[in-house]
């Protein structure tokens, strides 16, 4: 009801969706992969050079154009795309440590975010959360916490036991 009355709106938010998989319950990134992949038209099946392309187009069109290689590098390391070695040295030295990938991806998805709210609002739906991962939860939180003042609402829906394996989910 909620994304038919958005879709409806004279100036609809773009909104994301991403649903939790049985198949790739506790992937890391799993259920933030498929909202970038449906925002992006792809369904994650495409040759790696579409999917590239896709990406870096859509970055293209709102993050400054200083920030956009290292947004669609680590954006697309999220959905499954290498990082290659020749996108700078920020993704050389993440390539080398986990923890600083972790802080680049987390970089990327804000900067992407932020500058996709500069455009009008971004519904971010994830379903079935229950199926969904660490990563993507804490991503999320964080983003959250620094986008506090944009037009960016995500809406996640759950079993129960999703309070079990993600304890004071967002509070």
């Known amino acids: ?47 790696e050079e579409v999917s590239r392309g896709r990406l870096l187009a ?18 697309g390391s999220m959905i499954g795309l290498p990082l290659r070695a020749d996108a700078g040295p920020e993704v050389c030295a993440a390539k080398e440590d986990a923890l600083l990938l972790g802080d680049q ?21 994830l379903e079935d959360l229950h199926l969904g991962d660490l990563p993507t939860v804490k991503l999320v939180d964080a983003t959250l916490r620094a986008l506090a003042d944009r037009p960016f609402f995500v809406l996640a829906t759950a079993r129960p036991e999703v309070d079990d394996l993600f304890p004071n989910l967002w509070e």
């Open 1 to 47: 009801e909620l994304l038919r009355r958005i879709a409806q709106h004279e100036e609809p938010a773009r909104v994301w969706l991403g649903r939790g998989d049985v198949m790739n319950a506790g992937s890391p990134f799993a259920i933030l992969a498929q909202a970038i992949l449906a925002m992006l038209d792809l369904s994650g099946g495409e040759a």
């Open 58 to 75: 859509r970055v293209a069109e709102r993050v400054p154009a200083e920030e956009q290689g290292r947004v669609a590098a680590f954006l």
């Open 105 to 125: 991806h987390r970089r990327a998805f804000e900067d992407f975010v932020r500058a996709e709210c500069s455009a009008g609002p971004v519904v971010l739906v």
